[in-house]
């Protein structure tokens, strides 16, 4: 597994620069970015809302959203959908894939093997070109993982 959840990788807000891909990283999107980084745990929207609010108590759930929405459009961040259950974050950019396990709820980034091309697992079809994937594979892990 490329990352585990529960995985905390700390970066202040003063590491993350003024400017990322384009985006000027106001005062609530730096917020909203440094959470996503901290907590690598593919949050909801009202998740990251909450947490925010814990040094940004006067956030709204608008400007949240809208931060959120600025971080996917400038690629800094990806939006993951789960069939009728509200989107997610994830700050994962590599190749990977969405493991969910069905007992926990809980999201797992998941590696490609070395050396595995998409080519190897689907048939496309001659001269397709992938510009986005999307998997999630849903299952049971082992107890303790």
């Given at each position: 597994?490329a990352s585990r959840?529960?995985?905390?990788?700390?970066?202040?807000?003063?590491?993350?620069?003024?400017?990322?891909?384009?985006?000027?990283?106001?005062?609530?999107?730096?917020?909203?970015?440094?959470?996503?980084?901290?907590?690598?745990?593919?949050?909801?929207?009202?998740?990251?809302?909450?947490?925010?609010?814990?040094?940004?108590?006067?956030?709204?759930?608008?400007?949240?959203?809208?931060?959120?929405?600025?971080?996917?459009?400038?690629?800094?961040?990806?939006?993951?959908?789960?069939?009728?259950?509200?989107?997610?974050?994830?700050?994962?950019?590599?190749?990977?894939?969405?493991?969910?396990?069905?007992?926990?709820?809980?999201?797992?980034?998941?590696?490609?093997?070395?050396?595995?091309?998409?080519?190897?697992?689907?048939?496309?079809?001659?001269?397709?070109?992938?510009?986005?994937?999307?998997?999630?594979?849903?299952?049971?892990?082992?107890?303790?993982?």
């Open positions: 597994m959840d529960g995985d905390k990788v700390p970066c202040a807000p003063a590491e993350i620069p003024s400017e990322l891909r384009g985006l000027r990283m106001t005062r609530q999107r730096r917020e909203v970015y440094r959470v996503l980084l901290h907590d690598r745990d593919h949050p909801t929207a009202n998740e990251v809302f909450r947490r925010v609010q814990e040094d940004m108590p006067t956030i709204s759930l608008a400007t949240v959203y809208n931060c959120l929405d600025a971080l996917v459009d400038h690629g800094l961040v990806n939006q993951v959908n789960f069939d009728r259950e509200p989107s997610r974050f994830c700050v994962n950019l590599t190749p990977h894939v969405h493991f969910q396990d069905r007992d926990s709820g809980r999201i797992h980034d998941i590696s490609f093997k070395e050396g595995c091309r998409l080519t190897d697992l689907l048939d496309l079809p001659e001269g397709a070109e992938v510009s986005r994937l999307e998997l999630t594979i849903r299952g049971t892990l082992p107890k303790g993982s």
